[in-house]
C-alpha cells in the first residue's frame, strides 16, 4: 500500500513535470514550482492531525467533480496550445502550462490523502510524512522535467500531451467507478447497463474529438 500510494504521488509529479518540462519555462522557475509541491505537502502533513474526518470524506466526495473540471480544462487548453503553433508558430506554452503544472484542487486533494494515509499505516510524525511526500515531489518534479526539456520537444508536443492526459483523466472517471460498482456489487448484473452507457459514451467522445482535432488543425 505504501509503494502504491508514492506510485500515485510520482504520478501526478509527472503531470507537473510535463508543464514544467515541455512549457518555455527557466530551470529557476521549474524549481519554483517544484519547491511550492514540497512546502505545501509539508503543511498538509502538519495539519492532518487538526482536520476531522468528515472533511477528508467531503474531500473524496468531491473529487469526482475536481477531475472533471481539471479533464476538461486540460483537453481545452490542449486543443489551443497545439493549434496556435500548428496554424500561426505561436508558442503559448506559458499561458497554458499552468493547468498542468499549477497546484489544482484534485491535486491537492490526492497530495493531501496520501499524507493521511501514511500517517495511518506508518507510525511516524505526520509532519514527518508531509516532508517526505514533499521531497519526493521535489526531486521527481525537477529531475523529470529537466529530461524533457533536453527531449527538445515542441509546443504542439505539450498540447497533444495535455489533450492525452484529459482523456485519461475522463477515462479513470469512468473506469475506476465501475470497477469499484463491480467488486461491491452482489450480483454481476446489477450495473451492466449504466457500464455500457458510460463505455460508449466515451469512445464516441474520443472518436468526436478526434475528428474536431483534425478539423481544427490540431493533428496533421
Request: net charge positive; hydrophobic share 55%.
Amino acid at each position: 500500500m505504501i509503494s502504491g500510494i508514492f506510485i500515485g504521488v510520482l504520478i501526478f509529479a509527472f503531470k507537473v513535470s510535463l508543464g514544467c518540462g515541455l512549457a518555455s519555462l527557466s530551470r529557476r522557475e521549474t524549481l519554483l514550482i517544484a519547491l511550492s509541491y514540497l512546502v505545501l505537502a509539508s503543511l498538509m502533513g502538519a495539519v492532518i492531525g487538526f482536520i476531522p474526518d468528515g472533511t477528508i470524506s467531503s474531500m473524496l466526495n468531491a473529487g469526482m467533480a475536481l477531475h472533471a473540471i481539471v479533464a476538461l480544462l486540460l483537453i481545452a487548453l490542449g486543443v489551443v496550445t497545439a493549434r496556435e503553433f500548428n496554424h500561426k508558430g505561436h508558442d503559448i506554452t506559458r499561458r497554458t502550462f499552468w493547468v498542468l503544472s499549477f497546484p489544482c484542487p484534485a491535486c491537492l486533494a490526492a497530495t493531501f490523502l496520501s499524507c493521511s494515509f501514511l500517517v495511518g499505516l506508518i507510525d511516524v510524525a505526520s509532519w514527518k510524512i508531509g516532508l517526505v511526500v514533499g521531497v519526493v515531489f521535489f526531486v521527481a518534479i525537477s529531475g523529470i522535467s529537466e529530461v524533457l526539456r533536453k527531449s527538445h520537444r515542441t509546443p504542439s508536443d505539450m498540447g497533444s500531451a495535455m489533450i492525452i492526459l484529459g482523456l485519461f483523466y475522463i477515462l479513470s472517471m469512468l473506469v475506476i467507478p465501475a470497477y469499484l460498482g463491480a467488486k461491491v456489487a452482489s450480483t454481476p448484473s446489477e450495473m451492466p447497463s449504466v457500464n455500457a452507457v458510460y463505455i460508449y459514451g466515451f469512445l464516441f467522445g474520443m472518436v468526436l474529438l478526434g475528428y474536431l482535432g483534425r478539423k481544427m488543425g490540431v493533428a496533421q
